[in-house]
Nanobody, 125 residues
Framework: QVQLVESGGGLVQAGGSLRLSCAASGRTFGIYVRGWFRQAPGKEREFVAAIDWSGAITYFADSVKGRFTISRDNAKNTVYLQMNSLKPEDTAVYYC??????????????????WGQGTQVTVSS
């Protein structure tokens, strides 16, 4: 089993920045893709960003391209989501995810095996 714990959420004004972290523990060997998803009240969970094992390949939702970056530190089993130029529509619970599948469907939540509990991000206008 793999345990994922998010941190770094909070309240920020529009235009501000936040950095989310997701630490993995347990059987982390073989976990290749790490991702972030979010869910706003009354909406379905949606893909935000993902990163492969090497950190060389990243994926982003169109809504966050150019504003968010994703990175990972494999020595610490931690993935980061740097969120800049935040907008009120970015308000949501952000979930960290991980999977052992190597390729394909990085934006599809159904391909992820493990999930964190979520951290709230609120952007005020």
């Amino acid at each position: 089993q793999v345990q994922l714990v998010e941190s770094g959420g909070g309240l920020v004004q529009a235009g501000g920045s936040l950095r989310l972290s997701c630490a993995a523990s347990g059987r982390t060997f073989g976990i290749y893709v790490r991702g972030w998803f979010r869910q706003a009240p009354g909406k379905e969970r949606e893909f935000v960003a993902a990163i492969d094992w090497s950190g060389a390949i990243t994926y982003f939702a169109d809504s966050v391209k150019g504003r968010f970056t994703i990175s990972r530190d494999n020595a610490k089993n931690t993935v980061y989501l740097q969120m800049n130029s935040l907008k009120p529509e970015d308000t949501a619970v952000y979930y960290c995810a991980a999977r052992d599948a190597l390729r394909g469907g990085e934006s599809d939540s159904r391909t992820y095996n493990y999930w964190g509990q979520g951290t709230q991000v609120t952007v005020s206008s």
